[in-house]
């Protein structure tokens, strides 16, 4: 059964940090694209970043980030702990939300052109059960 499991969340205080990691489970994340997308109540969910796939060649991946996240988030990926963690950094209130990790794929041959997309939601196949971010003084 494949399944992601995202864990890190928690009550940080703006200008703090978390680290959110996306395990996954009964498949290698390294043959798919996987987002991070966040949904704040009452408010539609929204890509913030994603890592491309890497392939059987295990090589390289790519990434996107949403203007909003632009200098304060990164994304990587453990290939050894099948994990992708989104590090999140000087955090503001407005990046309140519940995160979900989600897979697009697989893709298993990949270029150094291959990339990830954060804008088509609904092309992400597998998804978590999402880690609640609060940011408040």
């Known amino acids: 059964q494949l399944q992601l499991v995202e864990s890190g969340g928690g009550l940080v205080q703006p200008g703090g940090s978390l680290n959110l990691s996306c395990a996954g489970s009964?498949?290698?994340?390294?043959?798919?694209?996987i987002g991070w997308f966040r949904q704040a109540p009452g408010k539609e969910r929204e890509g913030v970043s994603c890592?491309?796939?890497?392939?059987?060649?295990?090589?390289?991946?790519?990434?996107i980030y949403a203007d909003s996240v632009k200098g304060r988030f990164t994304i990587s990926r453990d290939s050894v702990k099948n994990t992708v963690y989104l590090q999140m950094n000087n955090l503001k209130p407005e990046d309140t939300a519940v995160y979900y990790c989600?897979?697009?794929?697989?893709?298993?041959?990949?270029?150094?052109?291959?990339?990830?997309?954060?804008?088509?939601?609904?092309?992400?196949?597998?998804w978590g059960q999402g880690t609640q971010v609060t940011v408040s003084s």
């Open positions: 989600a897979a697009d794929g697989p893709t298993f041959i990949t270029t150094p052109q291959t990339m990830c997309h954060i804008m088509k939601i609904y092309e992400y196949d597998y």
């Open positions: 009964g498949f290698t994340l390294n043959y798919y694209a």
């Open positions: 890592i491309s796939a890497s392939g059987i060649s295990g090589g390289s991946s790519n990434t």
